[in-house]
């Protein structure tokens, strides 16, 4: 029988002890934690408080991705996968000088369609299903749908303005601004949207969505050379038609700018202050033994870095991470027993949670990386990250 010992991993126990939480009421657990996120290299918060403290970038970065040297990287383009545009057409705003490039091939859209003299509003490529590559459709004002225009034997095919921005229309009906050339990529049963921006004008969109622009220029150019590393790592993995995606699973990518249906400005996603802190950081990448480092980072560490198998990736102490108060450093949630219930149903009403290993990493022996989910039917035993994501927690690094 495991030898259950409440409250002593409070007390900094050994991993190797057991600890196990009661429900505090009939409703479920009340959980505390430290860190939003999975803690390896930057504490978004921690280069906060660290630029109070008076460190500098450089400082800042030496300490989150130890080992690592910088250097400078030309501002070439990425291909980043956008989730904003539909599986099955790409389609923008027809405004101004526009061309469309396939096989290696340019043509210039006309601004007039030719039968009726009207204005072209729109143009969208989608799968040719008459041959194995796109189609190119437009419609104009007045139009009851779309008219084909012509076929592109190439599965890709790239719009580009001369006002170096792009308008998809998205799904919906709304608009998204992106700088850079919006591509249609012919998948075997479905279109990707890609688009190729420099990479300085995609971090101009990453920056401000990862970090608050209002924090200090330094936290940001440390931020904005995390980003610009992370891009440029995936971008030398990348895969035939993408280096990157536009979401939390790689980095947070907007665009320029949102736009309504009828062409009403709704929001920005640059800003004057992050476009300064990007230009700050000189357009320097991290590097250890000369590759480009993995710069992964996260919104907080709750006061101690993640290791892992990349040396620059230690597991120590950060007194940045909790120099400025926040939310993200120390949580609480309480976890209802129906949730427990519907993460895991086999087993039956929810009685207990005994946590059965930590890294021994800060407080209560670190984060949690073995619990056990006790029911009045059975019991299972997860990892701390499957608890963690299945429960909507900020972190691995909890206790009762």
Excluded at 191 to 213: C, K
């Amino acid at each position: 029988a495991m030898a259950v010992l409440i409250g002593l991993i409070g007390l900094g126990a050994p991993s190797a002890a057991a600890a196990q939480y009661d429900p505090s009421s009939s409703k479920g657990f009340t959980l505390t934690g430290h860190g939003f996120g999975h803690g390896r290299g930057l504490s978004q918060w921690g280069a906060y408080g660290a630029a109070t403290k008076g460190l500098t970038m450089a400082a800042i970065l030496d300490f989150y991705y130890p080992g690592t040297t910088r250097s400078t990287l030309a501002d070439a383009p990425l291909r980043v996968s956008l989730t904003t545009g539909s599986p099955t057409h790409v389609a923008v705003d027809a405004l101004g000088a526009m061309t469309v490039t396939s096989g290696g091939k340019t043509l210039a859209l006309p601004v007039t369609h030719a039968a009726t003299g009207r204005t072209i509003t729109a143009w969208r490529l989608l799968r040719d299903t008459a041959g194995t590559g796109l189609r190119l459709d437009l419609t104009y004002s007045g139009a009851s749908g779309w008219v084909r225009y012509r076929a592109f034997s190439a599965t890709t095919a790239d719009f580009v303005s001369a006002a170096g921005t792009l308008r998809l229309i998205r799904p919906d009906g709304t608009r998204r601004e992106y700088r850079g050339s919006l591509r249609a990529v012919r998948n075997a049963i479905t279109l990707s949207t890609i688009n190729v921006v420099p990479m300085e004008s995609y971090l101009r969109s990453v920056v401000p969505a990862e970090m608050p622009a209002s924090w200090p220029k330094t936290a940001l150019a440390a931020q904005a050379v995390a980003a610009r590393t992370y891009a440029a790592y995936k971008r030398a993995r990348g895969n035939d038609t993408r280096d990157i995606c536009d979401t939390t699973a790689c980095q947070v990518y907007a665009g320029k700018a949102a736009w309504s249906s009828t062409g009403t400005l709704l929001r920005t996603y640059e800003t004057s202050a992050s476009d300064a802190a990007i230009t700050a950081s000189g357009l320097r990448v991290l590097r250890y033994g000369g590759a480009l480092a993995l710069t992964e980072f996260s919104a907080s560490n709750g006061g101690y870095t993640v290791a892992s198998s990349l040396p620059y990736q230690v597991a120590k102490p950060d007194p940045y991470d909790g120099a400025v108060p926040n939310s993200a450093n120390t949580w609480t949630k309480m976890v209802t027993l129906g949730a427990l219930s519907d993460a895991w149903p086999e087993i039956g009403t929810p009685k207990a949670l005994v946590v059965i290993a930590r890294d021994g990493n800060g407080q209560w022996g670190g984060r949690v990386t073995s619990v056990q989910i006790v029911g009045s039917r059975s019991t299972v035993t997860v990892t701390g990250a499957r608890f963690t994501s299945a429960l909507g927690l900020r972190s691995t690094w909890w206790r009762g």
